[in-house]
């Protein structure tokens, strides 16, 4: 099997752009992180080892993670996007507590099959879906 790194680096050479020493620890972070994280969280992340990486350079290699399908958007909270790693991962949806920001990851195949169904009726080919429910956890409802 294809290491996030390798699938990285042939993503890279399609697009006729190189793997930089920069990207390489930017990829190396994003895939030390299980949480869901922003452009902000991962900087941080970066600097406390090394300073040679910059928010711009963090900025620019983010959409080439995604668009490698290594990571994915997967929430915008405060104007800011979210962040997690895919590459080897199940899909899940998820739910976003607006008071205090706690996130619960799901599955559930009668969604899945429900999208599915949806498709079909109107002869859609689907290539991706996101699925996120905001509102009010156990804890912060009370």
Do not use: W
Not at 3 to 23: H, M, Q
Not at 75 to 95: C, K, P, S, V, W
Request: contains cysteine; positive net charge.
């Amino acid at each position: 099997m294809i290491s996030y790194l390798e699938k990285f680096k042939e993503y890279l050479k399609s697009k006729g752009l190189k793997f930089t020493p920069e990207r390489k620890i930017i990829l190396e972070e994003v895939f030390l992180i299980h949480t869901h994280f922003d452009s902000e969280i991962l900087y941080k992340k970066i600097c406390g080892r090394t300073k040679k990486i910059s928010r711009a350079t963090i900025y620019r290699t983010l959409p080439l993670l995604t668009d490698s399908e290594l990571i994915k958007e997967v929430l915008q909270q405060n104007g800011r996007a979210y962040y997690e790693h895919i590459f080897g991962h199940g899909h899940h949806d998820h739910l976003l507590c607006v008071k205090c920001g706690r996130v619960i990851e799901f599955y559930n195949k009668n969604i899945e099959k429900l999208q599915e169904r949806i498709c079909n009726e109107y002869d859609f080919s689907p290539t991706d879906h996101k699925l996120g429910i905001r509102g009010y956890c156990k804890k912060c409802k009370k």
